[in-house]
């Protein structure tokens, strides 16, 4: 039984990738998939990493006002300093490698 599961299974993915590959030898047709994959992040309601990441390093001080900021917010007024330091420690090291190019 387990075997059949398997061929099968094998079968299909190699029919997939048989079809993949036909359709990605066309540059044009690569492109519209990179571009169908950058929309994606948009069209599921995710935000930019860097609106989120702006406003881990000050949760009090940003306009939008989610349930998810208010808790980074009221964790930062308990003492919590995690998100705070690793903000600033990914901006030093932003900074440093601008300088650096």
């Known amino acids: 039984m387990k075997k059949r599961t398997m061929l099968s299974t094998a079968g299909a993915v190699g029919a997939i990738s048989l079809t993949a ?17 950058r929309k994606v992040p948009g069209k599921l309601g995710m935000g930019s990493n860097d609106e989120t990441f702006e406003d881990a390093g000050a949760p009090d001080q940003s306009g939008d006002k989610d349930l998810a900021q208010f808790e980074n917010a009221k964790m930062v ?6 998100g705070v330091q690793y903000y600033n420690e990914h901006k030093n090291n932003n900074e440093i490698e601008n300088q650096q190019k």
């Not at 044009?28 to 169908?36: C, D, I, T, V």
């Not at 007024?77 to 995690?82: D, L, M, N, V």
């Open 21 to 37: 590959s036909y359709f990605l030898k066309d540059k044009s047709n690569r492109e519209k998939l990179k571009q169908g994959v």
């Open 77 to 82: 007024s308990e003492g919590s300093q995690f």
